[in-house]
Nanobody
Framework: QVHLEESGGGLVQPGGSLRLSCAAS????????MAWYRQALGKERELVAR???????DYADPVKARFTISNDNAKNTVYLQMNSLEPEDTAVYYC???????????????WGQGTQVTVSS
C-alpha cells in the first residue's frame, strides 16, 4: 500500500507565496519521478512541475519563473515553492509519484488526495 500525503495549501493574496509538500509512505522499492498537477474548477488537470530522483526538473510555461520544485529522496518527499501567486493559480493541487512496489514490478502512478490553493484578495 502506497500513500501520498499533501500539505501546505490555503488562501493567499495575489503576489504571495505558499509551499506545498508531499510525502510518500508505505511499502515500495523506489520512486522514479514525483510531480505536481493542478485542476481548476471546470478545467482539466494539468502538469505544473515534475522532478526525477536524479534532480532533473520540468515546468509548465505559466509557472516557470515563479515556482520551484525540489525533493528530498531520503524522506521520499517533494516540495513546490510557489512565489508571485496569481488568481489564475487557484486550483486543487495534486501530487503524483511513479513508484515500483517490488523490484521486478512495473511502474505505477500514485496520486494524493489534493490540496486547495486559493489566490484572492
Amino acid at each position: 500500500q502506497v500513500h501520498l500525503e499533501e500539505s501546505g495549501g490555503g488562501l493567499v493574496q495575489p503576489g504571495g507565496s505558499l509551499r506545498l509538500s508531499c510525502a510518500a509512505s508505505g511499502s515500495f522499492v523506489t520512486i522514479r519521478t514525483m510531480a505536481w498537477y493542478r485542476q481548476a474548477l471546470g478545467k482539466e488537470r494539468e502538469l505544473v512541475a515534475r522532478i526525477t530522483n536524479g534532480g532533473s526538473t520540468d515546468y509548465a510555461d505559466p509557472v516557470k519563473a515563479r515556482f520551484t520544485i525540489s525533493n528530498d529522496n531520503a524522506k521520499n518527499t517533494v516540495y513546490l515553492q510557489m512565489n508571485s501567486l496569481e488568481p489564475e493559480d487557484t486550483a486543487v493541487y495534486y501530487c503524483s509519484a511513479d513508484i515500483k512496489t517490488e523490484v521486478f514490478s512495473r511502474w505505477y502512478t500514485y496520486w494524493g488526495q489534493g490540496t486547495q490553493v486559493t489566490v484572492s484578495s
